[in-house]
């Protein structure tokens, strides 16, 4: 039973989730960072006011706080272009570059001389004319 356990944790998928899930977090404080100190104050300065919570109405003696909920908006959609372009776009970009092509596969047919049919590469008779085909390419 341990060792059907063990197997499951050093499997790749399960350490690997959980390193992503480490760097995520320590992540989050570096991306909370840019929004709070740098782009919240950004947006202060061209729109003139960078806090929200001091939005509210009240309908039938509910109060609902409505400043809370853009705030919650506002850093989630600054959070998330600090992310597409500060993280996404530069690690496929990354991705993209380090990949290679792959090597193009050796081909498994060639053409008859005699009758232009595709005959496989190793065939030394045409299957359509039965004209005799020697080597490899023809």
């Known amino acids: ?10 499997r790749g998928n399960v350490v690997d989730m959980a390193v992503g899930v480490v760097i995520g977090a320590a992540f989050g404080g570096v991306v ?17 006011k960078p806090d929200f919570s001091a939005l509210q109405f009240t309908v039938h003696g509910s109060l609902f706080p ?6 919650a908006v506002v850093s989630f959609l600054l959070i998330a272009t600090a992310v597409y372009f500060f993280v996404v776009t530069p690690v496929n970009a990354l991705v993209a570059r380090m990949r290679k092509d792959p090597a193009p596969a050796d081909p498994t047919t060639k053409k008859c001389p005699e009758c232009l049919s595709e005959i496989p590469v190793d065939a030394r008779r045409c ?9 490899k390419a023809a």
């Open 1 to 10: 039973m341990l060792s059907g356990f063990k197997k499951f944790i050093l």
């Open 127 to 135: 299957a359509h004319c039965t004209h005799p085909v020697m080597g």
């Open 32 to 48: 909370t960072a840019l929004t709070t100190d740098l782009l919240t104050p950004l947006i202060a300065a061209i729109v003139g």
């Open 66 to 71: 409505l400043g809370h909920f853009i705030n």
